[in-house]
C-alpha cells in the first residue's frame, strides 16, 4: 500500500464552483500533514497545514481525521487561477529525518 | 522573502559523468533536503541532513549519490557516473524545524 494516496484526477471546475478532494495515508505515527500546490514544471509550495480541529485560509478549508488516516481540502469559489496539482504531503517527524513523503497529487482544472 | 536557490537551473551530462547540484538553503534553516522528480511522477525523497550528518535516506539514496555542506551556506547533492534514469528534476529544500519544509525551483537534470 502507498503511504500517501490521492485520486489523480483531473477533477474539472467550472469557475465559481466548489472542490473537494482527500488524501489517504497509511502510517499511523504521521505527526503532521500539509497541502502543497505544484504548477507544471516548478517546485511544490505549501499551501497550508493541516490540523485536527480543521483550519481554513481564505477560500481553502483543509481537515484532518486521524481516527481514518484521511485528509480533505476543499476549494471555494474557485478561480482559474486555482488550476494546479494539489499534493497532500505528510511529516513522521525527527524520528523519521524530518522528511515529507509526498502522494501522487490530485489535478484541479477550473474551466470558465 | 527568504528563499533556497537552486544552481544551475538545467544540467545536461553526458552518461557516466559526476554532476554537482548546488543549493544555498534559507540561512536560519536547520534541516536541509534533497528531493526528486521524474517527469509525470511523484515528488520522492532522497535524503535529509541534519547537525551536519545525513538523518535519513532512501532506498533510492545509494552509493551513487553523496551530499555536503561545504561552507555555512551551500549544501551539495552529487550524483557519480550518472545513468539515463537520473534524469529528473531534483529539488533542494530546507526547514526551520519539524513540519513543513521550503523548496527551491529545481535543476533539471538530463542524462544522455
Known amino acids: 500500500r502507498k503511504e500517501v494516496e490521492q485520486d489523480p484526477g483531473p477533477f474539472n471546475v467550472p469557475e465559481g464552483a466548489t472542490v473537494a478532494f482527500n488524501c489517504t495515508y497509511s502510517?499511523?505515527?504521521?505527526?503532521?500533514f500539509f497541502w502543497y500546490r505544484q504548477d507544471c514544471r516548478k517546485e511544490p509550495k505549501l499551501l497550508m497545514s493541516?490540523?485536527?480541529s480543521g483550519n481554513e485560509d481564505g477560500r481553502f478549508t483543509a481537515q484532518l481525521n486521524r481516527a481514518s488516516q484521511y485528509i480533505s481540502l476543499l476549494i471555494r469559489d474557485s478561480k482559474l487561477s486555482d488550476s494546479a496539482t494539489y499534493l497532500c504531503?505528510?511529516?513522521?517527524?525527527?524520528?523519521?529525518?524530518?522528511?515529507?513523503?509526498f502522494g501522487g497529487g490530485t489535478r484541479v482544472l477550473v474551466k470558465p | 522573502e527568504p528563499e533556497v536557490t537552486q544552481t544551475p537551473s538545467h544540467q545536461v551530462t553526458q552518461m557516466g559523468q559526476e554532476v554537482i547540484l548546488r543549493c544555498v538553503p534559507i540561512?536560519?534553516?536547520?534541516?536541509f533536503y534533497w528531493y526528486r522528480q521524474i517527469l509525470g511522477q511523484k515528488v520522492e525523497f532522497l535524503v535529509s541532513f541534519y547537525n551536519n550528518e545525513i538523518s535519513e535516506k532512501s532506498e533510492i539514496f545509494d552509493d551513487q549519490f553523496s551530499v555536503e555542506r561545504p561552507d555555512g551556506s551551500n549544501f551539495t547533492l552529487k550524483i557519480r557516473s550518472t545513468k539515463l534514469e537520473d534524469s529528473a528534476m531534483y529539488f533542494c529544500?530546507?526547514?526551520?524545524?519539524?513540519?513543513?519544509?521550503?523548496f527551491g525551483q529545481g535543476t533539471r537534470l538530463t542524462v544522455v
Open positions: 529544500a530546507s526547514s526551520e524545524a519539524q513540519g513543513s519544509a521550503f
Open positions: 540561512s536560519n534553516h536547520l534541516y
Open positions: 502510517n499511523s505515527a504521521s505527526q503532521s
Open positions: 504531503v505528510v511529516n513522521r517527524g525527527k524520528a523519521a529525518g524530518n522528511k515529507l513523503t
Open positions: 493541516v490540523y485536527s
